[in-house]
T-cell receptor, first 114, second 112 residues
Framework: GENVEQHPSTLSVQEGDSAVIKCTYS??????FPWYKQELGKGPQLIID?????GEKKDQRIAVTLNKTAKHFSLHITETQPEDSAVYFC?????????????FGQGTTLQVKP | NAGVTQTPKFQVLKTGQSMTLQCAQD?????MYWYRQDPGMGLRLIYY???????DKGEVPNGYNVSRLNKREFSLRLESAAPSQTSVYFC???????????FGDGTRLSIL
């Protein structure tokens, strides 16, 4: 079935360093790839998303890249801050994005040390 | 989370008991979703409702039923709870096809 693999499961960086989280997906029909940040005791919050007609998207310190040929996409956070510490999830649409069904990765716990 | 309200926030059940988890949204969104989140497994889709009056199975529907009561409300029912259903349950909504999903803050359910 459809699958999204996310790595690493945990990531620890020093404040100010960059963090990169990588995901691969199996469904070649997937065309929508959101990233969510989840803080303790809260629901996931969208931080950035990308569609298959775009290779890269940036929003201030956050960027996402997509390689459709290789079926992988990555989240890049630059100049990390302690408040970036959270669990991050990637997701891929199950087939086209029409139904809104998403397949999630397993999550990455990011720790930013002051 | 503004817009998606889940009740209750916490619940403890005994094996075999029934329970309905409630989700209500005031975002006027068409689609609603129920996920479960287990350690190391991300979020898995249980059921979804693409629009009022329709429901469909997701990845892990066994042991659950849903009702799309109206455009605002989407409930998840456990008829006979089992320990394997101990999890955190999230409701999400989506407007049009090009909009992202918005999540509630979850219901933490323990089944003894």
């Amino acid at each position: 079935g459809e699958n999204v693999e996310q790595h690493p499961s945990t990531l620890s960086v020093q404040e100010g360093d960059s963090a990169v989280i990588k995901c691969t997906y199996s469904d070649s029909a997937s065309n929508y790839f959101p990233w969510y940040k989840q803080e303790l005791g809260k629901g996931p919050q969208l931080i950035i998303d990308i569609r298959s007609n775009v290779g890269e998207k940036k929003d201030q310190r956050i960027a996402v890249t997509l390689n459709k040929t290789a079926k992988h996409f990555s989240l890049h956070i630059t100049e990390t801050q302690p408040e970036d510490s959270a669990v991050y999830f990637c997701a891929a649409s199950a087939g086209s994005s029409n139904t809104g069904k998403l397949i999630f990765g397993q999550g990455t716990t990011l720790q930013v040390k002051p | 989370n503004a817009g998606v309200t889940q009740t209750p926030k916490f619940q403890v059940l005994k094996t075999g008991q029934s329970m309905t988890l409630q989700c209500a949204q005031d975002m006027n969104h068409n689609s609603m979703y129920w996920y479960r989140q287990d350690p190391g497994m991300g979020l898995r889709l249980i059921y979804y409702s693409a629009s009022e009056g329709t429901t469909d199975k997701g990845e892990v529907p066994n042991g659950y039923n849903v009702s799309r009561l109206n455009k605002r409300e989407f409930s998840l029912r456990l008829e006979s709870a089992a320990p394997s259903q101990t999890s955190v349950y999230f409701c999400a909504t989506r407007g049009t096809w090009n909009q992202p999903q918005h999540f509630g803050d979850g219901t933490r359910l323990s089944i003894l």
